[in-house]
């Protein structure tokens, strides 16, 4: 979620309880997690809520460093969107679907299937992959089992993809014609299409979804406070806040605008099970990073 977003929601809970004066800490997910275990390590209990990407929650979770918590709200969301013991709860989600030139890319050649990206003609730089696209091995992992989802990225690799940072920038690429096809966000493609770019999206089913979850401090300085506050991020309200940031909102009674954005079959890269440092390492493996 980005320094604007982020902000808007910390207004809005103020202004709802005006009793309540949160402090809001904005960076990336390493530097967060970094510096909740520097904080840690120094006996300081600093925080309350946490929110970011998935990578986040393992480390602090095997540290003892996350309470569980029932959220009234808990019963809005699909099982697959939040922890079974109330360790986290997906804000908003960020779908890999497959972005299009529509000027460059016919309907008739569009893959269909996973197995479709591995056609000659999507050879050397034809399609875009995130730098960090981790996910699509735990993902896929997730789906197939590991040593299928494994060999079948050797062969994307081998079709020698552009492999890029950042999913707005690739959206952007596929619209202005440097790569015909992307595996990219869905929300920041549907954010150019909405503007009427060149550019399309299609899911590649099971869709892999990487979820943003917020967490509760184990040593809460404000434990009430910060369980207020989760409540009125995964209320209604909050989430048809997060429609209007072009993010996908997890809750099942608000729907994503267009509600297609939601409308696949999907298998989460869930937070649990996610071991960064390896999956990282086997990705760039397979296509021959750092």
């Given at each position: 979620?980005?320094?604007?977003?982020?902000?808007?929601?910390?207004?809005r809970?103020?202004?709802?309880?005006?009793?309540?004066?949160?402090?809001?800490?904005?960076?990336?997910?390493?530097?967060?997690?970094?510096?909740?275990?520097?904080?840690?390590?120094?006996?300081?209990?600093?925080w309350?809520?946490?929110?970011?990407?998935?990578?986040?929650?393992?480390?602090?979770?095997?540290?003892?460093?996350?309470?569980?918590?029932?959220?009234?709200?808990?019963?809005?969301?699909?099982?697959?969107?939040?922890?079974?013991?109330?360790?986290?709860?997906?804000?908003?989600?960020?779908?890999?679907?497959?972005?299009?030139?529509?000027?460059?890319?016919?309907k008739?050649?569009?893959?269909?299937?996973?197995?479709?990206l591995?056609?000659?003609?999507?050879?050397?730089?034809?399609?875009?992959?995130?730098v960090?696209?981790?996910?699509?091995?735990?993902?896929?992992?997730?789906?197939?089992?590991?040593?299928?989802?494994?060999?079948?990225?050797?062969?994307?690799?081998?079709?020698?993809?552009?492999?890029?940072?950042?999913?707005?920038?690739?959206?952007?690429?596929?619209?202005?014609?440097?790569?015909?096809?992307?595996?990219?966000?869905?929300?920041?493609?549907?954010?150019?299409?909405d503007?009427?770019?060149?550019?399309?999206?299609?899911?590649?089913?099971?869709?892999?979804?990487?979820?943003?979850?917020?967490?509760?401090?184990?040593?809460?300085?404000?434990?009430?406070?910060?369980?207020?506050?989760?409540?009125?991020?995964?209320?209604?309200?909050?989430?048809?806040?997060?429609?209007?940031?072009?993010?996908?909102?997890?809750?099942?009674?608000?729907?994503?605008?267009?509600?297609?954005?939601?409308?696949?079959?999907?298998?989460?890269?869930?937070?649990?099970?996610?071991?960064?440092?390896?999956?990282?390492?086997?990705?760039?493996?397979?296509?021959?990073?750092?």
């Open positions: 979620m980005n320094l604007d977003s982020a902000k808007e929601f910390v207004n809970f103020q202004k709802k309880y005006p009793f309540i004066k949160p402090e809001l800490m904005r960076a990336g997910g390493g530097v967060i997690l970094n510096r909740i275990l520097a904080e840690t390590r120094a006996g300081r209990n600093a309350d809520v946490a929110m970011g990407r998935g990578e986040t929650y393992r480390p602090l979770r095997e540290r003892e460093l996350l309470s569980p918590y029932s959220s009234l709200e808990a019963t809005m969301y699909p099982e697959d969107l939040r922890d079974k013991e109330g360790y986290w709860y997906a804000v908003f989600l960020n779908a890999n679907v497959l972005a299009f030139n529509t000027k460059l890319v016919g008739e050649e569009l893959p269909r299937g996973y197995q479709d591995l056609n000659p003609k999507w050879k050397k730089q034809k399609l875009s992959i995130d960090e696209g981790w996910a699509l091995i735990s993902g896929l992992s997730n789906a197939w089992g590991k040593e299928k989802a494994i060999s079948y990225l050797r062969k994307v690799a081998a079709q020698q993809p552009a492999i890029k940072r950042g999913n707005a920038l690739r959206a952007s690429l596929v619209a202005a014609g440097e790569t015909p096809i992307a595996i990219a966000y869905a929300g920041s493609i549907q954010e150019l299409t503007r009427g770019a060149p550019i399309d999206w299609i899911p590649l089913e099971p869709v892999v979804v990487q979820v943003y979850p917020m967490m509760l401090a184990a040593k809460a300085p404000n434990p009430n406070a910060a369980k207020l506050f989760i409540d009125f991020v995964l209320s209604k309200e909050s989430q048809e806040v997060i429609r209007g940031f072009s993010r996908i909102p997890a809750r099942k009674d608000v729907e994503p605008d267009p509600p297609r954005l939601r409308q696949f079959k999907r298998v989460i890269d869930d937070p649990g099970k996610l071991n960064v440092d390896e999956t990282a390492k086997v990705f760039n493996e397979i296509f021959g990073l750092r």
